[in-house]
């Protein structure tokens, strides 16, 4: 081995081994935490009151809904569950919370954001004559100030405020504000009139007010002049602030106020959920899975894929630790982009294996290490480029939308990143380290990538053109797609509770009811998607959607047989646990990261592709939402989990494509486009199969072994598996030939032929050829 070669290998090593001590380190000894529908959570009821000027309506209530919603997801906890109950309730489910009373104090805080100048400490130059244009109230350090009454700004001048870091200025931890127009006059006035006081004068001071309590009072620097006041539309905040104290007062400033006061009125511990037999019947079935996967790619690639299932187990580890490092809060949609993030971390490794033995066939006197070097440079373009794409959606994903769909984005961009340090890093050390061992060395085929492989065998033997009549093929998805729609518009879309809200039944029991066996009842009952929670004590809760009074009466006689003497101590409508507002943000994120993406593939791949390749994405997501409406399956928050991870499913397959494509153009500008095409698809097309029968071994366990909500996630997720493996190759690939225009033959002399052809039939000439489209 050369000297430089054991150098590489030996610092891959070093990092790698670095990386797997730090992980097992955080694993051990930080804990994650759940979300609610696996751990329960703390439970906080608020009701909202009415003042003069405001009533309360179902509209206010829902705002409101909206305002806590935006408070919670600054805290840092992840995937709350907020639901109005009645006109006047709110119920806030809050998973993984240390500290509830802290959680319920910010939640509390309902008065209008105001600022007012200080006039000085109480008790000094008060107006006797006007007590009424005053008012005192304590600073955070508990001196009491006068202040003017009249507010000089209120929550609507404020445009938004963030806690930020500058170690540079020596500033630390500080709050940056920014105003809107007339936010930022009244800023620089009062500003202005402030910095007219001494420097240390308690008149200097800007007070910040909220819910009748200063939550900061900055003075005014010494560089601000008397009557010039601090200008620019932004100001900055600075002071000995901690981390989580510069960002809880940058949510209260930013955070909004409610419509209208809330009051606590109740809070409790509640159960998860999901029920532990659900629970376990998915470990069991992911367990089973995975090993499956590990099993078939053992199978297929040998000792290399032995190696590689080896490292899938480290990508497992790099992944829950970098969720427990980051406080993330792990729920079942969360999962769902693990799931993703196995299939791509088990499609990287299989895209190298796969590259190995094309180099390995291709050379005269190969290696199994120089084909592996080859694999590793050879899959690198389609493994950066499938993953920043989805790097692209998780960063959106997380950055604009919230609850379930923000804590997709979180967890989905934790396993792209633990997918690439696995495949890249590990797997590529183990391999190196492998394949130079002697005995490995004699004998390549124990390596398994000196077989071509059973697909790639039967592909060689017959060698079909798939794309002789691309527009056939476009036939048949636009036919899918007709049959796609007819389902939602004949069957309608079955929206379960997060999207349409239901009702909302709590009981108290004479004797403790396990809610594992009222799920049950219930779903005998006729009732198979209720939520039933415990909430201490004999208490008990059913969420379900809209029932009749007689389908109500049918629960409660359900659980007066399990809990004997039952009395019912709440019956209320609930709204959406998914609102409008938290359903637009996440649709204006989806089609942002989705327009994100296609500017990303018209760079690397040019727009006729990048076009292709968000069309066979279109294509997959009507065809599954039509199948679901077609079997009449509950369009629901796991529903929505399951679609976002067959979106990257689908521009997963396209990309690696669409690069093999690109590789074989790069090589032979001259050669018509279907012909590259089709050779691009039957070279990839080994990848593809492997891959989805990896994914689809984890799938299937989960839909057969798995329950509840589960059944259906892995179900929707089998349907795109399939329906994302089809639209790559026969609806991106003839979307894009259609896409690209016809090149029109040169006239020529009788009798002469045209430079670069190959022969008197014409089967490729220069002049026919479609190069790389511009």
Known sequence: MPHHH????????????????????????????????????????????????????????????????????????????????????????LPGVQD??????????TAQLTVHTVLGPAGTGASAAHPAAERVLPDESGQPLRLKAAAALRGDDVKGAAARFDPRNGTGWHITVDFTGPGSAKWADTTGEAACRPVGDAGRRIAIVLDDKIISSPGVDPSVACGAGIGGGATRITGSFTDSEARELALLISGGALPVPVEIIEQRVVGPTLGAAAITAAAWAAGIGTALTALFVVA????????????????GLISYAALAALGATLTLPGL????????????????????????????????????????????????????????IAAALLFTLASGPVRGFGVTLGIGVLASMVSTLLITRVLADFAAGRPSVHRRPRITGIADSGW???????????????????????????????????VRGLDLGIEFSGGRLIEYTTSRSVDPERARTALSEAGFPRTLVQTSGGNELTVRAEDLTNAQAATVTDTITRLGGDTRKIRDELVGPTLGEELRRNALIALGLALAAQLAYL??????????????????????????????????????????????GYSVNDSVVLFDRVRELLARNRTAPLPLT????????????????????????????????????????LLIGLAIGTYSSVFTATPTALALHPTPRPRKRAPG?????????HGHRTAAAAAAWPR
Not at 304 to 315: E, F, K, N
Not at 689 to 710: F, H, K, R, S, Y
Request: glycine share 8%.
């Open 455 to 489: 697909t790639r065998d039967r592909l060689l033997r017959r060698n079909p053109h798939l794309m002789r009549h691309p527009r056939r093929w476009l036939a048949v998805s636009a036919a899918l797609l007709v049959a796609a729609a007819s389902g939602i518009l």
């Open 300 to 315: 297929v690639y040998r000792l290399m894929g032995l190696l590689a299932a080896l490292a899938l187990t480290c990508y």
């Open 677 to 716: 095409a089709n050779r691009a698809i039957l070279q990839t097309l080994p990848r593809t199969v492997n891959t989805g029968t990896g994914a689809a071994l984890i799938l299937t366990a989960l839909a057969l072994l798995a329950e509840d909500a589960l059944t259906d996630f892995a179900l929707a």
């Open 602 to 647: 018209t760079f690397r791949f040019r727009w006729r592709f990048a076009t292709a390749a968000v069309a066979a994405l279109a294509h997959d997501v009507l065809i599954l939402v039509g199948v679901f409406a077609w079997l009449g399956k509950p369009v629901d928050g796991i529903f929505l989990a399951a679609l976002l991870t067959v979106i």
């Open 6 to 93: 054991k150098r590489s290998l030996r610092t891959r090593a070093l990092l790698a081994l670095a990386v797997l001590a730090a992980a097992l380190t955080i694993a051990l000894t930080v804990p994650v935490r759940l979300g609610l529908d696996l751990s329960g959570g703390t439970q906080i009821v608020l009701e909202t009151r009415p003042t003069p000027s405001t009533g309360v309506s179902r509209e206010t209530t829902d705002r409101t809904v909206e305002v806590l919603r935006g408070r919670i997801d600054a805290l840092g906890l992840a995937e709350p569950t907020l639901v109005r109950s009645g006109d006047h309730r709110i119920i806030v489910e």
């Open 336 to 391: 769902a982009g693990f799931v993703l993030a196995i299939g791509m971390a088990v499609d990287a490794n299989v895209l190298v294996l796969e590259r190995a033995r094309e180099d390995f066939a291709a050379r005269t006197r190969p290696t199994a290490r120089s084909s592996l070097t080859a694999g590793f440079r050879g899959a690198l373009s389609a493994i950066a480029d499938s993953n920043i794409t989805t790097l």
């Open 752 to 760: 002469k032929r045209m430079p670069g052809a190959t022969g008197r």
């Open 100 to 109: 509830p009373g802290k959680a319920a104090d910010v939640l509390g805080r």
